[in-house]
């Protein structure tokens, strides 16, 4: 079947004025992105709200250093394909270069083969950027189990056994959560958590000493390194965020106006706003 010339420059003329905010509002984000991350680069110091949990990070390495103990590390019990994982690993490039500074045992069982593999990298070129390339071991980074509880049990044990000073549980978490929390406190250890599962955060806050909350996961690898590429888009995706949060406040106005008026401008507005953020569908 054809389709009439007419027909198809009007589909797409509309189909510009329906995305053309949409793209508007793209090419801001990014722009502020770039912006963040060139001026992170000129060495502008770039403000970034202080995360509790990350500050501790030292106390609790160094607590392990002069106890002469480990530090534990789990980034979850998701695989790489998870976002939280990619964070949990992230922030263990940073807390292992501060491990590898000062001489600390870095412990790390994963409950995924491929996630093993991604940390052990990881670490090694943290130990690497810390001159202490000798001091990396393999076996302190070792693949478990899939199954939840089987690989729970195994951490655990390794902390009633190994009894290490600092616990970090960064990354996907389940049912699992208050079952290392709570041995983790039994044994006296400093517990940082950090996840992005509403239902498990309860937990973490109870019996963990610092909690990241959401978000805070994943800002906090920008947090520790201070690499300007991710504190600049750190700082990009901040304009987002304002820019969703105005808009939510302005369709709110617009909608409960709406509710006391027929049609006229109010309307026209609330229309303007379905279209934007339900991209034209209706």
């Not at 390194?225 to 106005?253: H, N, P």
Request: charged content about 20%; overall charge negative; hydrophobic content about 45%.
């Amino acid at each position: 079947m054809g389709v009439d010339d007419d027909t198809l420059e009007g589909a797409i003329d509309g189909l510009m004025r329906e995305r053309g905010w949409t793209l508007l509002i793209l090419l801001v984000v990014c722009g502020s992105i770039v912006w963040y991350i060139a001026r992170a680069h000129a060495g502008e110091e770039l403000y970034v709200r202080k995360i509790a949990g990350m500050d501790a990070v030292t106390e609790a390495v160094g607590r392990a250093t002069e106890m002469g103990a480990p530090v534990l590390y789990i980034s979850g019990i998701q695989d790489m394909d998870n976002v939280q994982t990619v964070a949990g690993i992230t922030i263990l490039g940073s807390i292992a270069k501060m491990v590898a500074s000062y001489e600390t045992q870095l412990l790390m069982p994963t409950s995924r083969s491929l996630v093993m593999s991604t940390a052990r990298e990881t670490v090694k070129e943290a130990y690497l950027s810390a001159g202490r390339p000798d001091a990396y071991r393999d076996d302190s980074i070792y693949y478990v189990t899939d199954e939840q509880f089987g690989f729970v049990a195994h951490v655990d044990g390794l902390m009633l056994r190994k009894k290490p000073a600092a616990c970090f549980y960064l990354g996907a978490f389940f049912a699992e959560s208050l079952i290392l929390a709570e041995t983790g406190n039994s044994i006296g250890a400093i517990q940082v958590a950090g996840t992005a599962m509403p239902t498990q955060l309860p937990f973490f806050v109870a019996a963990c000493d610092y909690t990241l909350i959401g978000e805070e996961l994943f800002a906090a690898s920008a947090y520790l390194s201070q690499d300007e590429k991710m504190l600049g888009s750190l700082k990009g995706q901040d304009v987002g965020k304002l820019i969703a949060m105005v808009m939510i406040g302005v369709g709110t106005v617009f909608a409960t106006l709406g509710a006391f008026t027929d049609g006229g401008p109010i309307q026209a507005v609330n229309d303007f706003l379905h279209k934007l953020f339900a991209g034209g569908t209706s």
